[in-house]
Each structure stands twice: as structure tokens, then as C-alpha cells.
């Protein structure tokens, strides 16, 4: 068929998915770029338009896979970052604040930890929920703790904080107390269903 027979490209969409038979994969490495060059230019839209869809759902991506942001405005090459969620705590700059990355980009962050004294006769803290904790569009996070406890940034004990994004992927830091003696951090992570 020649290249005059053919009709435009309205939109169109690329994701990282699996075979549907197969449900959900979980992609356990794997970063990159997808890259779309045109002519004229293309507009990412982040949001589907009135114009129904032939295949009546939204996408057909069932992987743990995470795509960053486009460039805004009309142009002949767009280009998206994609990724794994490598979750992980990174380190604990100032007192009860934790720093990780690789958690979903622009997600609200659940936090969920306890502090345990090491010497009996002072009671265990939760932590506290943080409504304004999030990651940034890079999947990284700054994140200060609050417990139900006063007495815990004062005592010798261990402060364990998990971190979860919207899609289920965590990451764990643990640092000995008291304030301004913080020993050591351990990272860890999960991947969730997205």
C-alpha cells in the first residue's frame, strides 16, 4: 500500500506490558527511554479525549513498570523516561528526617514504623501519619517523623520506618538513637503490584 493511501495518526500510545493471558508481570531490572519522533509535531496529552477508544480500556499496561513525565508543548520528538521502582532509603540527614529514592514519581507516601527503647521502663512510639509526604518526579523522597512518643529522640533505641507508595512499593530505614547519634541506616526495599 503506498504511503498516500494511508490515513494520519491521530494518537497513539506505547507501554511496557505483558501478554494478557499471563495477568501481571513483575519486571525486576530495566530503565530507559521511549523515544517518538515526528513530523509535524506531536502534543502529549495526559489525559484521553472525548473520542471513545476502540479497545474501551485505558492501556493495557500490567507491569510494574513507572514512566516519568513528557516535555509540554508540540513537538517533532517526545521523549519518556520509564522504569523499575528500585525503592530504597538513602540516608538521615537531620534529626528524624529520612532521604531515599526509587519509589513512584509524584506519589503520596504512607509511613508506617515504631521506635523500641533498648532499656525497659519507657514505652514504644508509632510514627506518626505525614499527609504531606510524597516523592518528587524522580521517585526520590525528604521525609521528617513524628512518634507518639516524646521521650524516644532522647533514649537509647532503634527507629524503624517503612515508606510505601500508591503502587504498593516500600522502602525500610532503621537508625539507632538517641538524636545526634545516629549509628547507621539499612536500606531495603520491596516491589508491589503497581
Given at each position: 500500500?503506498?504511503?498516500?493511501?494511508?490515513?494520519?495518526?491521530?494518537?497513539?500510545?506505547?507501554?511496557?506490558?505483558?501478554?494478557?493471558?499471563?495477568?501481571?508481570?513483575?519486571?525486576?531490572?530495566?530503565?530507559?527511554?521511549?523515544?517518538?519522533?515526528?513530523?509535524?509535531?506531536?502534543?502529549?496529552?495526559?489525559?484521553?479525549?472525548?473520542?471513545?477508544?476502540?479497545?474501551?480500556?485505558?492501556?493495557?499496561?500490567?507491569?510494574?513498570?513507572?514512566?516519568?513525565?513528557?516535555?509540554?508543548?508540540?513537538?517533532?520528538?517526545?521523549?519518556?523516561?520509564?522504569?523499575?521502582?528500585?525503592?530504597?532509603?538513602?540516608?538521615?540527614?537531620?534529626?528524624?528526617?529520612?532521604?531515599?529514592?526509587?519509589?513512584?514519581?509524584?506519589?503520596?507516601?504512607?509511613?508506617?514504623?515504631?521506635?523500641?527503647?533498648?532499656?525497659?521502663?519507657?514505652?514504644?512510639?508509632?510514627?506518626?501519619?505525614?499527609?504531606?509526604?510524597?516523592?518528587?518526579?524522580?521517585?526520590?523522597?525528604?521525609?521528617?517523623?513524628?512518634?507518639?512518643?516524646?521521650?524516644?529522640?532522647?533514649?537509647?533505641?532503634?527507629?524503624?520506618?517503612?515508606?510505601?507508595?500508591?503502587?504498593?512499593?516500600?522502602?525500610?530505614?532503621?537508625?539507632l538513637t538517641p538524636t545526634g547519634e545516629v549509628i547507621n541506616v539499612i536500606s531495603s526495599g520491596s516491589l508491589g503490584p503497581p
Amino acid at each position: 500500500m503506498p504511503e498516500s493511501a494511508l490515513s494520519p495518526l491521530g494518537a497513539l500510545q506505547v507501554v511496557v506490558a505483558g501478554l494478557p493471558a499471563d495477568g501481571h508481570d513483575h519486571v525486576t531490572s530495566g530503565m530507559g527511554t521511549i523515544t517518538i519522533r515526528c513530523n509535524p509535531g506531536l502534543s502529549a496529552q495526559g489525559i484521553f479525549t472525548s473520542t471513545p477508544n476502540p479497545h474501551g480500556i485505558g492501556t493495557a499496561e500490567n507491569t510494574n513498570c513507572y514512566y516519568g513525565q513528557v516535555q509540554t508543548g508540540t513537538l517533532g520528538q517526545i521523549v519518556q523516561p520509564f522504569g523499575v521502582p528500585r525503592p530504597r532509603v538513602t540516608g538521615v540527614p537531620g534529626i528524624w528526617t529520612f532521604e531515599g529514592a526509587g519509589l513512584l514519581p509524584n506519589s503520596k507516601l504512607t509511613l508506617t514504623g515504631e521506635w523500641v527503647q533498648d532499656a525497659p521502663g519507657l514505652q514504644s512510639g508509632k510514627v506518626q501519619p505525614n499527609p504531606l509526604a510524597a516523592t518528587g518526579p524522580d521517585g526520590s523522597f525528604s521525609v521528617g517523623v513524628d512518634l507518639d512518643n516524646g521521650n524516644a529522640p532522647f533514649a537509647s533505641g532503634r527507629l524503624t520506618v517503612t515508606f510505601t507508595d500508591s503502587g504498593g512499593n516500600s522502602a525500610t530505614g532503621l537508625v539507632l538513637t538517641p538524636t545526634g547519634e545516629v549509628i547507621n541506616v539499612i536500606s531495603s526495599g520491596s516491589l508491589g503490584p503497581p
